[in-house]
């Protein structure tokens, strides 16, 4: 029996020889950061996280609860968009301090029947009464920031049009989760620490998230939403009643969706918001939103098809990047060294500056023609200096005119004191789906119910998202009425020769893009497996304004992961960049869920981040 167990033992090790002797490459990219193995162990290629594989569905969440209300969605027979509006619904339950139930959703997804990638619109629409001057005036406030709420309508619209499931039936899991609770984790102690005074401001935020009493929140706490519950039960009875005077599947969730913008709580908004001196929002807001599906920004990189939300996100970022990219032997920069930042912060700050100039609300904006071009990418990407960093975020281009720099562009961004929005963090999380049929459902949602009033009685709130609005008139996203902002949530999906490969999403503002395409590139240049790829060190810039404001408070600021070496953080403070040292692990970062299909083989791949409580599923 023992000389079994030895012989059994030699062949398992002479197997990892052979599948290490098999990486040499991988090996040899990542081993000096020190950032795969659970123990940070050299001889170890295990990812922080196990691989999570299945070939009938894969998902992955900013939640282990919403994780599990998808697969329960998959292995009951729904499709990727069924398991993706339930796991969606589910995960703002439990994420109320960065994701309540209403804000924003951007969604991108791949229809295998439709053989084609479409998005959802999860931005909502500003109030009629936001007019510019009464931001330039009074400012932007928890209260006057208050967005209309776009997710609902993204998750009722699609389950009408690419799902299989009722409302009632998508709705069980995160309707059990507020009733019945989940337990406070690590994150959202953290909030409830760090949000405490802002809280405080509203009676009704009091009750909902001290119900120990203030301060006397702990880890394990059971968290319960029953107002909440009433909510979700109001619109299942709005569909259950359309049902029973014989209205047809899409019309029944017309009803349940119609519940929520002109019914009772649309009422109950109404009636807070007009409360407040400075309440924008009013009935008929809620009530005349409609979303829509709209195409999707596209671009290619080295033989993949890169997909992403239009200008009322930050996906165009994505290409104005890759595009550049393009122009650079990304090999031969080396992974992660001093010059593959270098380069790569100062394409991210170029595509930052053009974006805060160009890109917002599509409806509205006339965006450049030309902005997205390979031909205007290689313009820009001349900007690029191999020896010295930008202290400031760089100037915009001129797309029109194919020029690297435009004639109106400042020479400054930068500036001291404080912000115009001095509003706190609004935060994130997303979930990634794919199944068997060949379908990818790709979301980020946001807002939490902290700092803005809830609505008492019904267990959410209103995202403040218009803090992410400028004031600048000269801006694509400056404020005016009925108009989306272009919010930081941006999804992404790829395809690799016709078949999606990759979906991913994360949390973490302006860094989320910069975040996915540092995860990108591990994927598709580096030959890093999903697992591998989110755990690197990563590095995020912050030489531009943020999203929403005018002024670069952190010129020249770049931040580094200390799993990257001393050395690195020197050679890129000799080229004068502003290195901040991140930590091990930054939760800042960004927290990525991602799926992926191998396409050699098809098998599917869910990952997730471990900076944050992700959690992924498959089988």
Not at 234 to 252: D, H, I, N, P, V
Not at 281 to 296: I, R, T
Not at 307 to 334: I, T
Not at 559 to 582: C, M, N, S, Y
Request: glycine share 10%; net charge negative.
């Amino acid at each position: 029996m023992r000389h079994g167990v030895v012989v059994a033992v030699v062949a398992l090790l002479l197997g990892c020889s052979v599948a290490l002797a098999q990486q040499p490459d991988l090996l040899r990219t990542i081993g000096p950061f020190k950032s795969y193995g659970h123990v940070y162990d050299a001889s170890s290629v295990e990812a922080m996280r196990p691989r999570v594989m299945g070939t009938h569905g894969v998902i992955s969440t900013g939640h282990y609860l919403a994780t599990l209300a998808g697969m329960e969605a998959l292995r009951k027979g729904g499709n990727a968009f069924d398991a993706g509006v339930s796991a969606a619904m589910a995960l703002k339950v439990t994420k109320m301090g960065y994701a309540g139930w209403t804000g924003v959703a951007p969604l991108i997804l791949y229809s295998a029947v439709e053989d084609r990638v479409i998005t959802r619109v999860g931005a909502g629409t500003t109030p009629a009464k936001a007019t510019l001057a009464h931001f330039q005036e009074f400012g932007k406030t928890p209260i006057n920031t208050a967005l209309i709420p776009a997710d609902v309508d993204v998750w009722l619209s699609t389950l009408d049009t690419y799902g299989t499931f009722s409302f009632e039936e998508t709705s069980a899991a995160a309707l059990e989760v507020a009733e019945s609770g989940y337990h406070l984790y690590k994150h959202q102690k953290g909030l409830l620490d760090t949000q405490q005074d802002q809280i405080l401001r509203f009676p009704y935020n009091v009750e909902f998230w001290f119900p120990n009493g203030v301060s006397n929140q702990q880890l394990g706490d059971l968290m319960v939403n029953p107002d909440l519950g009433r909510l979700i039960r109001y619109m299942r009875g709005a569909e259950k009643t359309a049902l029973a005077g014989g209205a047809s599947r899409s019309e029944a969730l017309r009803a349940a969706r119609d519940a929520f913008y002109k019914g009772e709580p649309a009422k109950e908004v109404a009636k807070l918001y007009t409360g407040f001196d400075d309440g924008l929002m009013s009935y008929d807001d809620l009530a005349s939103y409609e979303g829509k599906w709209m195409a999707p920004l596209h671009t290619t990189y080295r033989g993949y098809d890169v997909y992403v939300c239009d200008g009322w996100s930050q996906g165009p970022r994505f290409v104005l990047f890759l595009n550049m990219l393009d122009n650079f032997d990304v090999e031969a920069l080396g992974y992660n060294t001093a010059d593959y930042i270098h380069v790569l912060s100062q394409i991210i700050e170029l595509g930052m500056a053009d974006s805060h100039k160009y890109i917002g609300d599509p409806d509205v904006v006339d965006v450049p023609p030309a902005l997205y071009t390979k031909a205007y990418a290689t313009k820009r990407a001349e900007l690029v200096d191999r020896e010295h960093a930008f202290d400031d975020m760089p100037p915009w281009g001129d797309p029109a005119r194919l020029e690297s720099v435009a004639t109106d562009a400042p020479e400054s961004f930068a500036g001291a004191g404080e912000s115009r929005d001095v509003l706190p963090l609004a935060d994130t999380t997303s979930l990634s789906v794919m199944d068997s049929d060949g379908n990818l459902f790709s979301m980020t949602e946001s807002d939490g119910h902290m700092w803005s009033p809830m609505i008492p009685g019904w267990g959410f709130g209103l995202g403040a998202r218009m803090r992410q609005l400028n004031l600048d008139p000269s801006l694509a996203n400056v404020m005016a009425p009925n108009k989306r902002p272009r919010n930081t949530n941006n999804p992404v999906l790829v395809m690799k020769e016709g078949k999606p490969f990759m979906g991913l999403s994360t949390p973490g503002g302006d860094q989320q893009v910069q975040a996915m395409l540092q995860v990108l590139l591990n994927v598709v240049v580096w030959g890093m497996s999903p697992e591998h790829a989110i755990d690197q060190p990563r590095f995020g810039s912050y030489n531009f304004p943020g999203t929403g404001d005018e002024v670069n408070r952190d010129p020249g600021v770049i931040k580094l992961e200390e799993r990257i070496p001393q050395h690195t953080f020197e050679a890129l403070r000799a080229k004068g960049h502003d290195v901040e040292p991140w930590g091990l692990w930054n939760w800042h970062t960004g927290a990525l869920t991602v799926t992926y299909r191998d396409p050699r083989t098809g098998l599917m791949i869910a990952a997730g981040d471990v900076r944050r409580e992700t959690h992924s599923l498959a089988y």
